[in-house]
C-alpha cells in the first residue's frame, strides 16, 4: 500500500547502493608529446632562417635606402621629407654654387651618356631642372641602371633629388635615344653647416651599367661589385660579401 503510494506520488526509486561507473583515464601518448613539441620546435627554426635569409637579400637595398635618406658616402637625399614647399624657396643674398654634371659607362653598355649641360649655378632651396642624354648604339634592345653620387660629400646631405632616373630600370630600343630629367635643389640648411661654408663647385656623377637580374629577380648593374661601389661613392668603406658569395664559399 505504501509502495504503491510512493510510485503514485512520483518519487523516484530508491538507490541500488551501487557506485556509478567511472570513465576510464585516457592513455597520453608520450610519441605524440614528444612529436607535437618537435613539429613546434622545426616551424620555430624554419622561420629563422628564412627571417635570417630575407634580411641577408634585404641588406644591400636597405643600405641603399640609409644612404639616400641620410646623405652617407656622397649619396644625394632622395625621398619626400625635404619637399616641403617652404624649403623650396631660394634664399636671396646667398652664394651660388656651380653643380657640374658628370656621366659614365661600362664597358659592357654600348650606349652614349652625356650630360646636355657642363653645369648650372643655383641659390640654396632653388629648384633646378637638368638633362642627360643616352643613346643605344647597337642593334638591340638593351636594359640598362643608373648609379649615382656627388662630391664633396659632405654636401651630400643637402643634395635632394626630386625626380631622377636613377637606379630605375632604363630600356632603349636599337639606335633609341632619349632625354633623362633631373630636377634637383640644394636644402638651404647648408647655409648653417659649417663645414660647407666654403664649397662653391659640387660634381654629380652618374654611371650607367647595362641591367641584369639577380637571384631573386630584381635588377642590378651587371659589373663586379667594388666597380658598382665606387659608382656610389662607397669604394673606401669595406663590405660585407654577399649571400650568394657565401654560399658559394661554403
Known sequence: MRRGMANEAGNPPPPSGRPAPRPAPRLVSRKAVYAARNRSLLMYTSAVIVLAVGV???A????RMFCAATGFAGTPIVG???FDPERLVPVEGARRIKVHFNADTSDQLPW???PQQKFVTVLPGETSLAFYKAKNKSDKDIIGIATYN???DRIAPYFAKVECFCFEEQKLLAGEEVDMPLLFFIDKDILDDPSCRKIDDVVLSYTFFRARRNSQGNLEPDAPDDVVQNSMGF?????APKAEDRRGSS
Request: proline share 10%; glycine share 10%; aromatic share 20%.
Open 56 to 58: 641577408t637579400y634585404a
Open 60 to 63: 644591400v637595398p636597405l643600405y
Open 80 to 82: 619626400t621629407g625635404k
Open 112 to 114: 652614349q651618356f652625356i
Open 150 to 152: 656627388v662630391t664633396p
Open 235 to 239: 669604394g673606401e668603406y669595406e663590405h
